[in-house]
């Protein structure tokens, strides 16, 4: 008898009781393995160097034995609130690893964690002096005057935005489940973050930087079934197996590497992005300067994900008619947030095709 089967504990007999005994002793003689596994479990799948360093920011640089067929660089922009080797979580579940071995020069933003002492970095900072200056640096590191951009949830909206003001610096932009369009408010995050029950400002006054313990809570209590009840009973029902107890405790150690968000930039995200929707609308700013998302006229690739709970493909598809571009190709895939990542589907079907894509659109090595 399965635990996630529907079951009431009156309408067991003896005999059920009796399996059900038998089954949770066979379980727990196979913990102090599963522990060990849990112990030994690395995440990262794919070699790699720093080859730049600023404040709390590293720029990640991938090696490989591959030989490089690409001469236009790639690089990964992952959001604030998480870090960013879900991307190259573990071996079989890695984006990065598609890109290396297909022969894409590849690197990845790690944003670093924020201290007290940053709380009034703002979207200016993030994307006009942090993420200008890295791509700079892979600009001059390639000797490419242009480079591909994949950015990821929030990451992804911060790369849409950074191409919008810097279009002479980006061959390709990829979103990957990046929210660009709030108007509508249906989603349970929307809903949460509205402005008439969300006072983000005294939020911000009261703690600094936004807490990681109130992130990674509102992102639980979006699916609390699923996120803090079945994955308990797949993990009881598989102590067994090893395989499933490694991807198990890499997706866990991420899950809870939580960190904060830069008071200032999450104020303002939340503000004039997801509750004024000025991007999308024309009306946001960065410093001194407005975003006008007609100025992206490079190819894009636009991923969503078909079962995403936290950036429904509503939020992002309108993106491809917001860009002045010509070239704009958009995916929804059968798959999760997370999983279009890390999902065994996403890695075998999508993200070769992705790779098929940026691969006609780059300039190949000589």
């Known amino acids: 008898m399965s635990p996630t089967m529907p079951w009431m504990p009156w309408t067991l007999g003896p005999a059920d009781w009796q399996r059900l005994s038998a089954d949770f002793a066979n379980k727990m003689a196979s913990l102090p393995r599963a522990l060990e596994v849990a112990r030994r479990v690395r995440v990262g799948a794919t070699p790699s160097e720093t080859t730049y360093r600023v404040d709390k920011l590293r720029l990640l640089r991938y090696t490989t034995d ?11 922009v992952f959001a604030l609130v998480n870090r960013p080797y879900i991307l190259d979580l573990r071996p079989g579940k890695s984006v990065v690893s598609h890109f290396v071995n297909r022969g894409f020069d590849t690197y990845n933003l790690d944003w670093g964690v924020p201290s007290d002492g940053d709380r009034f970095l703002d979207m200016e900072d993030y994307i006009e002096r942090y993420l200008d200056d890295v791509v700079d640096r892979v600009r001059d590191q390639t000797g490419c005057e242009k480079i591909n951009i994949l950015g990821y949830c929030m990451g992804g909206t911060m790369s849409a935005t950074y191409t919008a003001l810097h279009p002479d610096k980006v061959r390709n932009l990829i979103l990957l489940a990046a929210p660009v369009d709030w108007s509508n408010r249906e989603n349970l995050l929307a809903k949460w973050t509205d402005a008439s029950v969300f006072d983000v400002d005294k939020l911000i006054a ?107 493909c509503g939020q992002s598809l309108p993106f491809n008619d917001a860009v002045g571009s010509k070239d704009r190709k958009s995916i929804t895939f059968p798959a999760g947030h997370i999983g279009m990542a890390v999902g065994s589907k996403a890695n075998r079907e999508l993200w070769p095709k992705v790779c098929d894509w940026l691969a006609e659109r780059s300039d190949e090595t000589t």
């Not at 591959?66 to 990964?76: I, N």
């Not at 107890?245 to 004039?272: C, S, Y």
């Open 206 to 312: 009261v703690y600094g930087n936004a807490p990681p313990q109130l992130l990674q809570g509102s992102f639980l209590m979006l699916k609390p079934v699923s996120t803090m009840l079945e994955k308990y009973f797949s993990f009881y029902e598989n102590l067994e197996d090893e395989k499933f107890l490694e991807d198990f405790f890499a997706m866990e150690t991420w899950l809870n590497d939580n960190i904060p968000v830069a008071g200032e930039m999450f104020r303002q995200f939340v503000k004039h992005c997801m509750q004024e929707n000025r991007l999308i609308e024309g009306g946001l700013r960065i410093g001194d300067r407005t975003v006008n998302l007609r100025d992206i006229t490079c190819p894009i690739l636009n991923l969503t994900a078909a079962q995403d709970h936290l950036v429904p």
């Open 66 to 76: 591959v030989e490089q067929r690409y001469k236009t660089p790639l690089l990964f």
